[in-house]
């Protein structure tokens, strides 16, 4: 018996591979299946598995070529392999068995003997092609993730680009009533049309540079923002007798975030407040010093709630719930922008929420202690 396990585990063939994914990738369904099998017992391969986060190691993008995360490279045996979207689970299903295989031919000590109607040159080129092939579906799916990628990106900054052009929409209106002055409506027009330049700039470059690189941390006072916000969105929810709750403490510390981008996530998020709440609602906005390192805050209302299958996957891109998409127009992209934005402050978004009962959406914001700005 003990010369049998000898030999079984002499037999096993070691497979390395990588599993770069950050935080909130690994908290999905898809990658939760995916470890979960990598992690099981495949008899005759031995799986090494090791985990590591683009965040915190964005060098290894550019050394393995990676242009969209989560990825899973197989590093040994050779040739190395890429595996990326959401098949990657049946993707390496399909490919288990043949890594076995490549690595004992690998290590054969003498020379496969040739069939009656192929020669050793005949072997050699064809396993030459098969190479070539697989460098070649690998460069195509590599291309297909860069072209997903890319056009997430796109999507999100022509959301974006969505919220000025609509207060702008809002400010004439609010003119032509005889409800703003001249001075009131340039001043707005004048910060909207500049929101809308940077952009326009965020566009041109996203082709180009990482979407977290845009971001221009500083030390913040948040209840301002919110204030901002609050008065910019009072055409949408003035008209419809919504009752409008604020709890901010007078000594909320200051934060560490770029102002653009909070403006933004909280835009977002009220706007989905007032939107799905009823005629007479409630919508509820808290911030709370929560650690000594984080600020809490949060956006509830008495809306149509979320069910609970359906809470983990409304941060992804373009995912909008099927009892109200009938309601509504867009991409489905708000709550993915703000999940980007919320987590590269390194901050954490998530939402509360009962069918009937309302939503609560929370995120947290790093609190401002002299951290140092990132360097250009």
Known sequence: MGGSTEANQQASVSVSLLLVAGPHHLATRELRQLTAFLRDDHRELDLRLQLIDPGRNPELLELHKLVATPALVKLSPTPRQVF???????????????????????????????????????????????????????????????????????????????????????????????????????????????????????????????????????????????????????????????????????????????????????????????????????????????TSQWVQVSICDNGPGIPVDEQERIFQDQVRLSQTSWKTAGFGVGLSVCRRVVEVHTGKIWVVSEPGEGSCFYFTVPVWRNQKLPSR
């Open 84 to 290: 990326t979207g959401i098949t990657m689970l049946s993707q390496v299903r399909s490919w288990l068995p043949r890594w076995g295989q490549m690595e004992r031919l690998n290590g054969l000590a003498m020379p496969v003997i040739p069939s009656p109607m192929e020669d050793g040159r005949d072997s050699s080129r064809a396993l030459e092609l098969e190479d070539q092939l697989l460098v070649l579906r690998q460069e195509n799916e590599a291309l297909i993730a860069r072209l997903q990628f890319q056009e997430r990106q796109l999507r999100m900054v022509a959301h974006d680009l969505r919220t000025p052009m609509t207060t702008t929409s809002l400010a004439l209106q609010s003119f032509k009533r005889g409800q703003l002055g001249n001075e009131e409506l340039l001043d707005i027009l004048g910060r909207r049309l500049h929101e809308m330049e940077l952009l326009s700039r965020d566009l041109l470059e996203v082709g180009s540079t990482r979407w977290e690189a845009l971001f221009n941390p500083q030390r913040l006072t948040l209840s301002q923002v919110c204030a901002d916000v609050l008065l910019e969105l009072e055409k949408v929810w003035s008209g419809r007798n919504l009752a409008v709750q604020t709890d901010i403490p007078s000594d909320l510390p200051d934060v560490f975030a770029d102002s653009r981008r909070m403006r933004q996530v909280l835009l977002n998020l009220l706007e989905n407040a007032f939107k799905f709440t009823p005629d007479g609602g409630r919508v509820k906005l808290s911030l709370m010093h929560r």
